[in-house]
């Protein structure tokens, strides 16, 4: 009888091996003892090093390419949700190979053929993959704020300056200071373009800077004390290159196209839409002072899309509503199931704090009583320095493990599911009893485009609301597992079919 084949796919980022202790080699040791115990023998190994937040991976590409071109393996073993994507785009591509998914710390095994509650599931655990890794985007962004609030530049110097590593702080470059302080100057006097400018630099100076770039380095405050970032302007902390004064004689000399005005009057979906004949956006205009028109805005010529009132336009985008709709038994299954998530990760962190708890105390025990035993004479000193030496490495070791932040799964992350299934249970109920300013306001919690023409709207749905919306349309949710509303039975996941 020809064994069983599998292939297994480990991954860390390098960030999360060096902060939250995850191990290539504990993943693999798990997946090749759990492929043994299900009588599967590993054909090929998958070891990645890469965030999982984005599509490319090398090794996920390699193991998608070997799936295809080797039929007889169809099942893939990988830890956990979050080890195999982060991203839908890549959900997509495993539907694709028609394979069996065996998640072997989530207890399921996700194939095509499982119940439409479970697919969900799955789609909401890559969601909630993807959100951990936008949380973190976005600490990162308030961390670089504060550093900007504080004076400091987060980013990389501009030509002129340079990073200290060190000090993570900015200082005037001992060459290129001169150059970008003669840029100015020259600049100033009146007598250049930008593109004069760089051929000038470039014949006294050595040194290439291109029309763009000059441009972008007199636009810079930075180079007169201030940075901005994120819109916002703050003192820094850096010296300045050039006076206030030579800053904003260079502005005045430079042209400033000026921003296009819009009326008083405001139009609640404007930009929302977009033709769906040439992807133009959809303006509106106000008649007579009274009456609100939409069409297109002829970017790239005539156009065949007609004039819509906004009452139409209304009427039409609440039709898209209509179809986010979760049934409540199925929304509280899938809220169950991520608590159930939640309290076992959370029940594992705990565990693994009470271990290192453990661990320190010991460690310290052996050091206390190691060095009575020095003193009393029992042990020779070389010994005792070395064997402290190994004692403190490793209670430092322990004590950098506590100190990292556990990445537990909280209420208000459950919260946050279940206002999204409260907001598709009555997103069109809301939407019919709002103005439109209030109407535009909903529906750009769950559309991120929409096209239209003469009859029929092509709405984009933000995540999970696609999700939902696919299964509503596919009737997922109907299917005859789910028509008795009672809790399934246990067995294996699936991936979304």
């Given at each position: 009888?020809?064994?069983?084949?599998?292939?297994?796919?480990?991954?860390?980022?390098?960030?999360?091996?060096?902060?939250?202790?995850?191990?290539?080699?504990?993943?693999?040791?798990?997946?090749?003892?759990?492929?043994?115990?299900?009588?599967?023998?590993?054909?090929?190994?998958?070891?990645?090093?890469?965030?999982?937040k984005a599509t490319g991976r090398k090794q996920f590409g390699e193991m998608v390419t070997f799936l295809k071109r080797n039929?007889?393996?169809?099942?893939?073993?990988?830890?956990?949700?979050?080890?195999?994507?982060?991203?839908?785009?890549?959900?997509?591509?495993?539907?694709?190979?028609?394979i069996s998914v065996h998640l072997v710390k989530e207890g399921e095994i996700l194939s095509k053929t499982s119940r439409s509650?479970?697919?969900?599931?799955?789609?909401?655990?890559?969601?909630?993959?993807?959100?951990?890794?936008?949380?973190?985007?976005?600490?990162?962004?308030?961390?670089?704020?504060?550093?900007?609030?504080?004076?400091?530049?987060?980013?990389?110097?501009?030509?002129?300056?340079?990073?200290?590593?060190?000090?993570?702080?900015?200082?005037?470059?001992?060459?290129?200071?001169?150059?970008?302080?003669?840029?100015?100057?020259?600049?100033?006097?009146?007598?250049?373009?930008?593109?004069?400018?760089?051929?000038?630099?470039?014949?006294?100076?050595?040194?290439?800077?291109?029309?763009?770039?000059?441009?972008?380095?007199?636009?810079?405050?930075?180079?007169?004390?201030?940075?901005?970032?994120?819109?916002?302007?703050?003192?820094?902390?850096?010296?300045?290159?050039?006076?206030?004064?030579?800053?904003?004689?260079?502005?005045?000399?430079?042209?400033?196209?000026?921003?296009?005005?819009?009326?008083?009057?405001?139009?609640?979906?404007?930009?929302?839409?977009?033709?769906?004949?040439?992807?133009?956006?959809?303006?509106?205009?106000?008649?007579?002072?009274?009456?609100?028109?939409?069409?297109?805005?002829?970017?790239?010529?005539?156009?065949?899309?007609?004039?819509?009132?906004?009452?139409?336009?209304?009427?039409?985008?609440?039709?898209?509503?209509?179809?986010?709709?979760?049934?409540?038994?199925?929304?509280?299954?899938?809220?169950?199931?991520?608590?159930?998530?939640?309290?076992?990760?959370?029940?594992?962190?705990?565990?693994?704090?009470?271990?290192?708890?453990?661990?320190?105390?010991?460690?310290?025990?052996?050091?206390?009583?190691?060095?009575?035993?020095?003193?009393?004479?029992?042990?020779?000193?070389?010994?005792?320095?070395?064997?402290?030496?190994?004692?403190?490495?490793?209670?430092?070791?322990?004590?950098?493990?506590?100190?990292?932040?556990?990445?537990?799964?909280?209420?208000?992350?459950?919260?946050?599911?279940?206002?999204?299934?409260?907001?598709?249970?009555?997103?069109?109920?809301?939407?019919?009893?709002?103005?439109?300013?209030?109407?535009?306001?909903?529906?750009?919690?769950?559309?991120?485009?929409?096209?239209?023409?003469?009859?029929?709207?092509?709405?984009?749905?933000?995540?999970?609301?696609?999700?939902?919306?696919?299964?509503?349309?596919?009737?997922?949710?109907?299917?005859?597992?789910?028509?008795?509303?009672?809790?399934?039975?246990?067995?294996?996941?699936?991936?979304?079919?």
């Amino acid at each position: 009888m020809t064994p069983r084949t599998a292939v297994l796919y480990a991954r860390v980022s390098s960030r999360e091996q060096q902060q939250e202790g995850y191990s290539i080699e504990a993943q693999v040791k798990l997946l090749r003892a759990s492929a043994a115990k299900d009588g599967f023998q590993i054909a090929r190994e998958f070891i990645e090093v890469e965030s999982a937040k984005a599509t490319g991976r090398k090794q996920f590409g390699e193991m998608v390419t070997f799936l295809k071109r080797n039929r007889s393996c169809q099942d893939l073993y990988v830890e956990k949700t979050d080890r195999l994507t982060r991203n839908l785009r890549d959900v997509v591509t495993i539907e694709d190979l028609d394979i069996s998914v065996h998640l072997v710390k989530e207890g399921e095994i996700l194939s095509k053929t499982s119940r439409s509650h479970q697919k969900f599931i799955f789609d909401i655990r890559v969601a909630m993959a993807r959100n951990y890794t936008e949380n973190q985007r976005e600490e990162v962004g308030k961390g670089m704020v504060e550093k900007a609030a504080q004076g400091g530049l987060p980013g990389l110097a501009p030509f002129g300056y340079r990073n200290i590593p060190a000090t993570r702080t900015v200082e005037i470059h001992p060459e290129k200071g001169h150059v970008a302080r003669y840029v100015f100057e020259t600049y100033a006097t009146g007598k250049h373009s930008v593109l004069s400018l760089s051929k000038d630099v470039k014949a006294r100076w050595g040194t290439y800077i291109s029309k763009a770039n000059i441009h972008t380095m007199l636009n810079n405050p930075f180079y007169m004390g201030l940075v901005v970032f994120r819109g916002q302007t703050y003192q820094g902390v850096h010296k300045p290159l050039v006076s206030h004064e030579l800053w904003s004689k260079c502005q005045n000399l430079m042209h400033v196209p000026n921003r296009p005005k819009y009326g008083k009057r405001e139009i609640a979906f404007r930009g929302m839409l977009h033709c769906a004949h040439d992807g133009c956006t959809v303006t509106g205009d106000v008649k007579k002072q009274k009456y609100v028109y939409y069409t297109c805005s002829h970017g790239r010529g005539p156009c065949e899309l007609p004039r819509f009132r906004e009452e139409e336009i209304v009427q039409r985008l609440g039709s898209v509503l209509k179809n986010v709709y979760v049934p409540p038994e199925v929304a509280a299954r899938i809220v169950q199931a991520l608590e159930q998530d939640a309290a076992q990760k959370n029940k594992t962190a705990s565990a693994e704090r009470v271990r290192l708890e453990r661990e320190l105390k010991t460690l310290e025990a052996r050091i206390d009583q190691a060095y009575s035993d020095k003193v009393d004479g029992l042990i020779p000193m070389d010994l005792w320095q070395r064997k402290n030496s190994e004692w403190q490495a490793e209670i430092s070791r322990v004590k950098a493990q506590m100190a990292t932040p556990v990445k537990e799964e909280t209420a208000s992350r459950i919260q946050d599911v279940r206002r999204i299934f409260e907001l598709a249970e009555s997103a069109y109920s809301l939407y019919v009893t709002r103005n439109p300013a209030e109407q535009a306001d909903l529906l750009r919690n769950v559309l991120s485009n929409c096209s239209i023409d003469a009859v029929s709207l092509y709405p984009t749905y933000r995540k999970p609301f696609d999700m939902i919306v696919r299964r509503a349309r596919n009737k997922e949710w109907s299917g005859r597992e789910d028509s008795n509303l009672r809790p399934p039975a246990p067995e294996a996941g699936a991936l979304p079919g």
